[in-house]
């Protein structure tokens, strides 16, 4: 068993720390969340936030963009050119796809300083692309209503985690400890 431990030790720590950071960081999220009361329909504000910043892009591009609260459920009703053209929800604002980045940024350790930086860069740039990605699907959406399952389940998911992806092999190829070891 020592041998077994010694020789996947490797894997075994980059596990262990990626599922802590995971198991963490979605507790906190998770108590941030349960802070809004769903049965009144509240919007955590961060949802919120993320569906203003889509307003606002798709206002700087001269289109007609507003968004409000749902009556019915928790989340921000999307408007384009006066149309609902999607409803923007909890699982929509990045969040969750900010943490699965973090974990396996800090499972594979880097320098501390170089590790900060690189987790406000990478969630401020998945953040970005985020807000942009609701933009696009909200302009598509309104002038492809019938490829909504292609758009929405298919190509825009595809995008934001192949950036994440991105940033993960430039973050151990370029800063992690592991950069330039060879095995």
């Known amino acids: 068993m020592k041998n077994y431990f010694l020789k996947y ?10 599922l802590l950071t995971y198991l963490v960081l979605t ?9 809004f009361n769903a049965a009144v329909f509240e919007v955590d504000s961060f949802t919120k936030s993320v569906a203003i910043q889509t307003e606002k892009l798709l206002l700087a ?7 409000t609260p749902h009556l019915s459920e928790p989340s921000m009703k999307l408007f384009y050119n006066h ?3 999607a409803r923007v929800v909890e699982g929509c604002n ?3 796809v900010i943490i699965l980045f973090a974990s396996f940024v800090v ?11 690189f987790l406000l ?25 019938e490829q909504e399952h292609l758009l929405h389940g298919v190509l825009f998911p595809l995008c934001i985690y192949g950036v994440v992806f991105i940033l993960w ?3 151990v190829n370029k800063f992690s400890l592991y950069a330039g070891k060879t095995v």
Do not use: M
């Not at 507790?27 to 802070?35: K, M, T």
């Open 9 to 18: 030790k490797p894997f075994l720590l980059f596990l262990a720390k990626f």
């Open 27 to 35: 507790f906190c999220y998770q108590l941030y969340l349960d802070s």
């Open 61 to 67: 591009f001269s289109a007609d963009a507003s968004v």
């Open 83 to 85: 149309e609902y053209v």
């Open 94 to 96: 990045g969040l969750s």
């Open 107 to 117: 499972a594979f350790t880097g320098k501390l300083r170089q590790t900060v930086l």
């Open 121 to 145: 860069s990478g969630s401020l740039l998945v953040h970005i692309l985020n807000v942009v990605r609701i933009a696009s699907l909200a302009y598509f959406l309104y002038h492809y209503p």
């Open 169 to 171: 092999i430039i973050w």
